[in-house]
């Protein structure tokens, strides 16, 4: 039984040693894909990024609160902000010409007299409350107020920008106004009530702090490397699906699969030395792209992935990910007649697997009914396991349920490809 196993095993490792440009796409491919896609990530993991986003402002109100904005923007270290083009100053036409064009992101249009208006606003709200406790002459207050309309901060946004960047900058500017209306109000009531009279505090009396988790008393902090590395080794590794299903309809297709079986050779020993060869290609490819963010990432201005402690039930979601993506590429093979069913069927449903499993979009960014549906992807599991032991640092026990699930899918497509074979082979 071992000798047949081992045979097996041989037999496949030789099927992968004729197929050169295979086994290229099963290990360049994956490096180039992590390393690419994680340096475009990497500045959205960092607090401060070294390219500044450039900005129009059209200020057409030259007053403190449009100062204030431009003082605000230009300390962000997140926005270049840019107020003449060809050294003429900018109008609401040109901005709005240009950033539908894409050559600006984003176009900020501050209103005229924004700043006269929003202190007249304040006054009068200020005289109400003062004439209201007694503090202010009463035929001062009588006096008819002047009706002041609401002012509007316009936006104009790339229409190619992600809705998260405008939420972002929305809530950025929103937030910058409010803080400007609050010390309005603060100076007009020290105004009003005298100098010397009170001393209003004008810092934030609520403030954020981000409580970032401990390991060995170190902040563990998430980074674009970790995100992405289990990501895209899980998808390298369901890309096996394609060879695997393509050398069994190979094999079917030349007749080795008949010829192997007229010896005393069952179905169940060739599946288990297609099994073990795969997943022995499976952690090859898991190292390397460990290697390769450990040894190679800092050395292009990436973030080292910290597997201090967690390599090894790192590797065990990984084998566990491998009998997935097997499971998967035997039923496959067996089911698909030709490689040109075999092929592009096997890439589709990888990236479809993908896509749904949260490997290009965050699970919980999708929408409710795609969030449920993503809890069906084995490549979910995978995904959720490798955060577990990379980022929340649980312990095995923890991840065995998600392990266990994707054991379970490897039985089962294995199951139903043997179970198909057979009544296939009966008929």
């Not at 040894?295 to 390599?311: A, C, D």
């Not at 490997?359 to 959720?384: C, E, H, R, T, Y």
């Not at 054991?407 to 008929?427: C, E, M, N, Q, S």
């Amino acid at each position: 039984m071992l000798y047949k196993i081992w045979m097996s095993i041989v037999k496949e490792f030789l099927l992968l040693k004729r197929d050169l440009g295979g086994l290229i796409i099963l290990f360049i491919m994956p490096l180039v894909l992590v390393i690419t896609v994680t340096l475009i990530q990497d500045s959205t993991f960092k607090t401060v990024s070294d390219s500044k986003i450039p900005i129009l402002l059209v200020d057409n109100d030259k007053g403190s609160v449009s100062k204030t904005v431009f003082e605000n923007l230009e300390k962000s270290n997140l926005f270049s902000v840019v107020t003449q083009i060809d050294n003429k100053t900018i109008s609401e036409d040109l901005a709005r010409e240009n950033v539908f064009k894409g050559k600006f992101q984003l176009a900020i249009i501050i209103p005229e007299k924004l700043s006269s208006d929003l202190q007249a606003k304040v006054d009068q709200n200020v005289e109400k409350i003062v004439s209201n406790l007694g503090f202010a002459d009463s035929t001062a207050a009588s006096e008819p107020q002047r009706i002041i309309k609401e002012k509007e901060v316009k936006l104009y946004f790339d229409p190619a920008v992600q809705m998260s960047f405008k939420n972002a900058v929305m809530s950025s500017i929103d937030k910058m106004i409010s803080q400007i209306e609050t010390k309005s109000i603060y100076t007009t009531f020290e105004k009003q009530l005298g100098e010397g009279s009170t001393n209003f505090e004008q810092k934030s009396f609520i403030s954020f702090k981000e409580i970032i988790p401990k390991i060995n008393n170190k902040e563990i902090r998430p980074n674009s490397v970790q995100h992405n590395v289990p990501a895209w080794t899980l998808f390298a590794i369901f890309f096996i699906v394609i060879p695997l299903s393509i050398n069994i309809v190979k094999e079917k297709s030349q007749g080795t699969f008949v010829r192997l079986r007229t010896n005393p050779v069952s179905n169940l020993v060739v599946i288990i030395g297609k099994t073990i060869t795969y997943s022995v290609i499976c952690m090859i490819q898991f190292y390397m792209m460990v290697a390769v963010a450990v040894f190679l990432f800092p050395s292009i201005g990436l973030p080292s992935l910290n597997i201090e402690g967690h390599l090894a039930l790192m590797s065990v979601v990984a084998l566990f990910s491998g009998f997935a993506a097997i499971g998967f590429g035997i039923l496959l093979g067996t089911i698909a007649s030709t490689q040109e069913q075999s092929a592009p069927f096997g890439a589709t449903s990888v990236i479809i697997l993908a896509a749904i499993g949260g490997i290009w979009v965050p699970v919980f960014a999708m929408p409710k009914i795609m969030q449920i549906i993503a809890k069906s992807s084995p490549m979910n599991w995978g995904l959720d396991a490798f955060y577990d032991v990379l980022l929340r640092n649980v312990s095995f026990l923890e991840i065995i349920p998600k392990i266990s699930l994707l054991f379970l899918f490897f039985i089962l497509t294995t199951a139903i490809a043997l179970f198909y074979d057979k009544k296939k082979r009966a008929v």
